[in-house]
């Protein structure tokens, strides 16, 4: 395989021989990045995955690898709904040149736009909803109430395709530290929430998680919401030994993230509750920031070093 690599400013072209094509109109700054289309899953439906390799490298050595949701919000401003992104190549490239970080693999996973609520919003806490509490959701209109209830949950599905197909192919393909230590997860809002499920539902295999404006609500309003009750009560059942597991949290205070604030404030009780300590848990707020790509872009170098300080 033959990698490209994405100089300042320079396109990346392409991967060749058996390698999936790298896309001709996505560019990074910094790193090489490999683009799989529809990688195959007996649990979902297919999608696309970039693969983010850091500056110089190579078979010889072994790299930790940092799952990320939302993958084509990840690298490209120029090919995404909004003209955001997160600048992941720049600040991975940035915070490794400063020795800030430790080269690492970056897995970017491409949602599925139509399914993205269904794939990320927990479903084993939803399961536990009584006939009462969905009464109380299905009260006041809300555009995502419809699809919460749809019982089409996927985000186990999910899970399964990350753990048992994604990361044995790019532990295989690529030179990785496969360990839990090694095995982190990252995503913003309903991935912040996928993130969260991914490290209490398989705390064998990540190490540390990273949760940025987590979409505590699952729908669009605070009041007459029984799910983030729901969320917490899973939490406490469930969150993974201090000991062996990191967490990261942080929100703003605009916009969608204006509705965090009580929330994080319960799971970061039941976080100290659960004995995480100051090296295991951080929490930030950053008021006057919003929900989106640009307020995440401008704290990454944040969760980047939690997870992956030498």
């Not at 970080?101 to 139509?114: K, L, P, S, T």
């Not at 006939?131 to 949950?153: C, M, N």
């Amino acid at each position: 395989m033959i990698i490209f690599r994405g100089m300042a400013h320079l396109p990346l072209i392409f991967c060749l021989a058996s390698a999936p094509l790298l896309a001709q109109h996505l560019t990074v700054s910094a790193g090489s990045l490999v683009h799989i289309r529809a990688f195959p899953s007996d649990e979902i439906d297919t999608r696309d995955v970039l693969v983010w390799l850091p500056e110089g490298y190579t078979p010889q050595r072994r790299y930790p690898v940092l799952y990320m949701q939302d993958g084509q919000m990840l690298f490209d401003a120029t090919v995404t709904w909004n003209q955001q992104e997160w600048g992941v190549d720049e600040t991975m490239d940035l915070l490794i040149r400063e020795g800030r970080i430790r080269e690492a693999i970056v897995v970017g996973i491409f949602n599925h736009q139509d399914k993205r609520a269904l794939e990320y919003i927990p479903q084993k806490p939803l399961d536990t909803l009584s006939q009462e509490e969905i009464a109380l959701l299905k009260a006041k209109p809300d555009p995502r109430v419809p699809r919460v209830l749809s019982g089409l949950f996927e985000s186990d599905a999910y899970l399964r395709f990350l753990v048992h197909e994604l990361k044995p192919y790019i532990d295989s393909h690529y030179s990785t530290l496969p360990d839990r230590a090694n095995t982190l997860v990252a995503g913003s809002s309903m991935g912040g929430l996928i993130s969260l499920y991914a490290i209490c539902e398989y705390p064998e295999i990540f190490g540390a998680a990273a949760c940025l404006s987590t979409h505590w609500t699952g729908i669009f309003r605070a009041e007459d919401n029984p799910l983030p009750a729901r969320f917490m009560a899973y939490l406490a059942d469930h969150l993974p030994d201090p000991a062996t597991h990191r967490l990261y949290f942080d929100h703003g205070t605009e916009t969608l993230d204006a509705l965090y604030g009580p929330f994080q404030a319960e799971a970061d009780r039941l976080v100290a509750e659960r004995g995480y300590k100051d090296d295991q848990v951080m929490s930030r707020v950053f008021p006057g920031t919003d929900h989106s790509e640009d307020a995440w872009r401008a704290r990454l170098s944040i969760p980047l070093t939690f997870l992956l300080a030498p």
